[in-house]
Structures are given as C-alpha cells and as structure tokens.
Nanobody, 125 residues
Framework: QVQLVESGGGLVQAGGSLRLSCAASGLTFSAYSMGWFRQAPGKEREFVAVITWSGTSTYYADSVKGRFTISRDNALNTVYLQMNNLKPEDTAVYYC??????????????????WGQGAQVTVSS
C-alpha cells in the first residue's frame, strides 16, 4: 500500500530554515501530484503547497509564498519542502499527501487520498 514518511522536522529559531522530506513508496510516484499541509495546535489542517507530477507547476498558500519552496525528485520518490525565514506562526505538524494525476487547482484535504504521519516543526521567537 501507499506509504508516505516525512522527516526533517525540528526546533528552529525565528528567521531560521528547515527542509522537510517525504519519501513515498507503494505508488507510481511520477503519476501523483504531491502536497504539503500543516496543522497548528487547536486549528484545522490547512494547505501549504502543491507540486504537479512533473514538477513543472507549483502553488503556495499566501502565508508561505516567497518563503517556502516545494520540489520533488521523481528518481528518489521524494518531495521536499524548503522553509526559509520561519516564523513562530509556522509552528505546526506538517503532513505530505499524494493525489493521483492531480493538478495545482486541487488543494483541499479531500483531493489527497494518501497521507504521511506528520513531522513536527516548532519555531521559537
């Protein structure tokens, strides 16, 4: 079955950087758009970024645009989220998710059928 495993989370000071990775198995990775979502304590899970199967198109939430970059390596079945200039409000559990043949227009939780277990990112002020 599909398995998505996030790594790279941790504690960082405001203004710092982290890179999350999500390793996928059990699927034809190059046929899936990949997304990142996050859930802060007491809040609903929200969309962060998405990248199409080819890697040629991306879309970001306004709150992270210009600071976060999503990328993928289809040879390694891995999607990344480079997070720069982190802010305390970026503190959340970050999840990667897979959407078969999806586009960047599909950015809701319901569009993604497979999910990782999440990685904690904590940004201190």
């Amino acid at each position: 079955q599909v398995q998505l495993v996030e790594s790279g989370g941790g504690l960082v000071q405001a203004g710092g950087s982290l890179r999350l990775s999500c390793a996928a198995s059990g699927l034809t990775f190059s046929a899936y758009s990949m997304g990142w979502f996050r859930q802060a304590p007491g809040k609903e899970r929200e969309f962060v970024a998405v990248i199409t199967w080819s890697g040629t198109s991306t879309y970001y939430a306004d709150s992270v645009k210009g600071r976060f970059t999503i990328s993928r390596d289809n040879a390694l079945n891995t999607v990344y989220l480079q997070m720069n200039n982190l802010k305390p409000e970026d503190t959340a559990v970050y999840y990667c998710a897979a959407n078969r043949l999806g586009s960047t227009r599909e950015r809701t939780e319901a569009d993604f059928r497979s999910w990782g277990q999440g990685a904690q990112v904590t940004v201190s002020s």
